[in-house]
């Protein structure tokens, strides 16, 4: 009742109704958490090539199930108002860093400009950084991220959560390798690198 209700009355009078009954700092959060989310609304970032051009890193059915369903899910649910806000927010933001630094991959893709140097300063070759990147993500317990920070520290995320320093970034939950990779996680990682965009992530160190 109270929710419908604050969307006809201005933050101002709704903070001082909730004054009356309930703690005012966490009223006044709850209501402008309210009021932005009736506002906000997400889009799915669009995919740099076709769904069947990903191959062999990702087939067109995994790209469908993956993007098509499980990405635009939670950016859908969050425009709905369904579900954890949170949870469907950070999914949305998470998956729309993945799929953008994908292109259709190549044989010879090693990184360039500013991720070859940062890779280089940090571990020393781009082979001793993937190395160090597949034992984090092979360490992860359950379902998470793995990603590249943009002054090259490799970190992990549980679930999902937004971030503010992802340059480079791997989905780690079971069903981005699945459908193609049944129970291989490993081969997925190594592929993973055949379709990175290095430009794209050159563009988010520099930002």
């Known amino acids: 009742m109270l929710g419908a209700w604050h969307l006809h009355c201005s933050y101002t009078a709704c903070v001082l109704a909730c004054w009356k ?9 709850m209501k ?3 009021l932005n989310e009736a506002k906000e609304k997400l889009a799915l970032e669009l995919l740099q090539a076709d769904r069947s051009d990903y191959e062999p890193f990702l087939s067109k059915e995994s790209i ?9 899910g939670y950016v859908d649910r969050f425009n709905a108002g369904e579900g954890d806000s949170d949870f469907n927010r950070a999914g949305a933001f998470l998956h729309n860093i993945y799929f953008p630094q994908l292109r259709e ?11 070859l140097m940062l890779i280089n300063s940090k571990y020393g070759s781009y082979d001793k950084f993937k190395t160090e990147v597949t034992k984090v993500a092979m360490g ?4 998470g991220w793995v990603y590249m920070a943009r002054n090259g520290e490799i970190k992990t995320i549980k679930n999902h959560a937004l971030r503010s320093d992802i340059a480079m970034l791997i ?13 291989d996680k490993s081969k997925y ?3 993973f690198w055949k379709a990175v965009d ?10």
């Open 21 to 29: 009954t309930t703690p005012a700092i966490r009223c006044a959060n």
């Open 32 to 34: 402008l958490t309210q």
């Open 64 to 72: 469908d199930i993956h993007y098509g369903k499980l990405a635009k």
């Open 105 to 115: 991959p190549a044989g010879s893709n090693n990184p360039r400009g500013a991720s």
């Open 140 to 143: 992860i317990q359950g379902s």
């Open 171 to 183: 989905d780690w939950w079971e069903h981005s390798w699945f459908t193609d990779y049944g129970s």
């Open 189 to 191: 990682l190594n592929n």
């Open 198 to 207: 290095w430009e794209v992530v050159n563009q988010r160190i520099l930002t």
